[in-house]
C-alpha cells in the first residue's frame, strides 16, 4: 500500500492533534451494524465498495474504489490510504455538530491555524444543495509547498455533518478529490442511533493474527514502556507469547510465566468478552476483556493491539 508524505510532514500523532484544532472537523466516526451495512470497530481494514455505517450521527457510506479504510486504534478518524499503485493521498473523515454552510465557508476562508508557522486555508469555494467543497492550500514557513488538499462537507437532516479532508503531493490531487467526492456523494444520512458502538463487536474477528502486549506501568500510557507480558493470537487457534510474573497474569496464576504456547478461542460478541487459553503444560485459562473508548483491557489491565509478526498470515 503506497502511502504518501502529506502535507503537513503528517504522523498519526499529530493527526490527533489536528482533530482538537479542527473546529468544524472533530469527534469520533463511530458504528454499528445493519443489515448490509458494516459498522467502523477499530483496527478493521475496510476494501473498497464495502458500506460502512455510523449509527451516532446517521451517516453511511462506501469506500471508494483503489481505496481502503480503517479508524486506527486509540484515533479519532476515519483513515481512507490508497491500496492501487500509482495513488497517493490521505483521506482523513471527521464529524462534527451541524453548521450552516455559510459559516463553514467563512470559517474555510480564514483558515485553520495548527500552530504559530502552520496554517491551511480553503480556496474557490463551491456550495452545492447541502454540499461545500474547495481547493486547500497551506501556509507558513513550515509547511511542504508541494502538497496540497481538498476538502468536502455534507450536512445531514439529523444534527451532524461529515467532513473529508485530503492531503497529498500535488500530482494526487485528481485521484484524492474524485475518491472524496465519490465517497461524500454516495452518502446517507438516517436518524442517529445510540446504541452502543460495540454491540456487535467481534472479539475473535478482532483478536485473530494479533499481538496483544501490556507495558510497564510508568509509561503504559506512551506504548513506551517494557514489554510485561505478549501474547501471540493466531489465526488457526493457535498461541505463543512470553509472560513475566507481573500485573494481571501472576493474580491469576503465578506459574504462568516465560514463553508459553497453545491454543486460543473466544466466542464472545459485543463490549465485554472471554479469551480462553489452552496452555500446553499449565492448567487452562479464562481472561475477562472489555473495550472502552476504543481501548482494550484483559483482566481489568490495559492491552496494546498490534498486527502479530509471529503468525503466519
Not at 12 to 32: E, F, G, K, P
Not at 83 to 101: M, V
Not at 196 to 212: A, G, M, P, T
Not at 214 to 227: A, L, P, R, V, W
Request: proline letters at 4%; one cysteine or more; charged letters at 20%.
Amino acid at each position: 500500500m503506497h502511502h504518501a508524505m502529506p502535507m503537513m510532514q503528517m504522523t498519526y500523532r499529530n493527526a490527533q492533534i489536528m482533530v482538537l484544532l479542527v473546529t468544524v472537523m472533530i469527534s469520533v466516526i463511530t458504528a454499528t451494524a445493519q443489515p448490509e451495512k458494516k459498522r467502523l470497530q477499530p483496527g478493521k481494514l475496510y476494501e473498497s465498495g464495502e458500506v460502512i455505517y455510523a449509527p451516532f450521527y446517521g451517516f453511511s457510506s462506501t469506500v471508494p474504489a483503489n481505496w481502503k479504510g480503517t479508524l486506527p486504534i486509540d484515533m479519532e478518524i476515519f483513515l481512507l490510504l490508497p491500496d492501487t499503485t500509482g495513488i497517493c493521498g490521505e483521506i482523513y473523515t471527521f464529524a462534527s455538530e451541524k453548521n450552516d454552510l455559510s459559516s463553514l465557508q467563512k470559517h474555510w476562508l480564514r483558515g485553520v491555524s495548527f500552530s504559530p508557522s502552520i496554517k491551511v486555508r480553503a480556496t474557490d469555494i463551491t456550495l452545492e444543495n447541502d454540499m461545500i467543497m474547495a481547493e486547500v492550500v497551506p501556509e507558513g514557513d513550515a509547511v511542504n509547498t508541494g502538497n496540497k488538499g481538498f476538502a468536502m462537507a455534507r450536512c445531514g437532516p439529523f444534527g451532524y455533518c461529515i467532513t473529508c479532508l485530503a492531503i497529498g503531493p500535488v500530482q494526487c490531487y485528481d485521484e484524492m478529490k474524485m475518491a472524496v467526492e465519490n465517497f461524500m456523494r454516495k452518502a446517507l444520512f438516517t436518524q442517529p442511533s445510540d446504541v452502543s458502538i460495540y454491540v456487535d463487536f467481534n472479539w475473535k474477528e478482532f483478536l485473530s493474527n494479533k499481538s496483544l502486549i501490556t507495558f510497564s506501568m510508568i509509561e503504559q500510557s506512551s506504548g513506551s514502556g517494557s514489554k510485561e507480558n505478549t501474547f501471540n493470537l493466531c489465526g488457526d487457534g493457535t498461541f505463543n507469547g512470553q509472560i513475566k510474573k507481573k500485573g494481571s497474569m501472576k493474580q491469576l496464576n503465578a506459574s504462568y510465566k516465560g514463553y508459553q504456547s497453545g491454543s486460543w478461542s473466544t466466542e464472545s460478541i459485543g463490549e465485554t468478552g472471554v479469551l480462553k487459553l489452552a496452555f500446553k503444560k499449565l492448567p487452562a485459562a479464562e481472561l475477562q476483556m472489555s473495550i472502552k473508548d476504543d481501548r482494550i483491557y484483559v483482566n481489568g489491565e490495559r492491552y496494546f493491539v498490534a498486527e502479530s509478526a509471529k503468525c503466519k498470515q
